[in-house]
T-cell receptor, first 115, second 111 residues
Framework: KAGVTQTPRYLIKTRGQQVTLSCSPISGHRSVSWYQQTPGQGLQFLFEYFSETQRNKGNFPGRFSGRQFSNSRSEMNVSTLELGDSALYLC??????????????FGEGSRLTVL | SQQGEEDPQALSIQEGENATMNCSYKTSINNLQWYRQNSGRGLVHLILIRSNEREKHSGRLRVTLDTSKKSSSLLITASRAADTASYFCATGQGGSEKLVFGKGMKLTVNP
């Protein structure tokens, strides 16, 4: 069974630009969560989606948005990039309907650098 | 805000020794999980312990949970250089709440 796939793995953007990151969960998993990881803040929760519905949202500004498609694939978008958005963005899928009740399967992440 | 707090934040040991990491949390939980992350990679799930369990084993891993003290410990026995990684505890409160991760603890196992 293929794991969680995140694309792109690495990207460099400049301030003010926008970026879209993609996540394909493990086949059959309908719950997808996104996390931002930085050295200073650790793992910060961004969103959780289940069956195309956003079920939870973290404390991030409106520049961060996401969505989930009918095939459970998910995308997140960050607009008007700031230097502080440089981070490793991790996507995780879960076989359980409630993401916090079972293990999460993580992708390798998308490393975003904002110059 | 972070729910779990790992302690110590960094640990350096020799191969063959045991490594113990602790996690404290603040609210009631449904389960507590431990994850490992190799540098710059995704997290890998190690073990999950539910709130009604006190101890769980998986290979060289042993996890304990004390809900009265709101704490958990992860013991890695007979450590190997390949165990060098960051370790995170994560707490699930059940319902529709998110899984919340601690800041992590860096383990270095010297060959």
């Amino acid at each position: 069974k293929a794991g969680v796939t995140q694309t792109p793995r690495y990207l460099i953007k400049t301030r003010g630009q926008q970026v879209t990151l993609s996540c394909s969960p493990i086949s059959g998993h309908r719950s997808v969560s996104w996390y931002q990881q930085t050295p200073g803040q650790g793992l910060q929760f961004l969103f959780e989606y289940f069956s195309e519905t956003q079920r939870n949202k973290g404390n991030f500004p409106g520049r961060f948005s996401g969505r989930q498609f009918s095939n459970s694939r998910s995308e997140m978008n960050v607009s008007t990039l700031e230097l502080g958005d440089s981070a490793l963005y991790l996507c995780a899928s879960s076989p359980t309907a409630l993401a916090n009740t079972g293990e999460l399967f993580f992708g390798e992440g998308s490393r975003l650098t904002v110059l | 805000s972070q729910q779990g707090e790992e302690d110590p934040q960094a640990l350096s040991i020799q191969e063959g020794e045991n490594a113990t990491m602790n996690c404290s949390y603040k609210t009631s939980i449904n389960n507590l999980q431990w994850y490992r992350q190799n540098s710059g990679r995704g997290l890998v799930h190690l073990i999950l312990i539910r709130s009604n369990e006190r101890e769980k084993h998986s290979g060289r891993l042993r996890v304990t949970l004390d809900t009265s003290k709101k704490s958990s410990s992860l013991l890695i026995t007979a450590s190997r250089a390949a165990d060098t990684a960051s370790y995170f505890c994560a707490t699930g409160q059940g319902g529709s709440e998110k899984l919340v991760f601690g800041k992590g603890m860096k383990l270095t196992v010297n060959p």
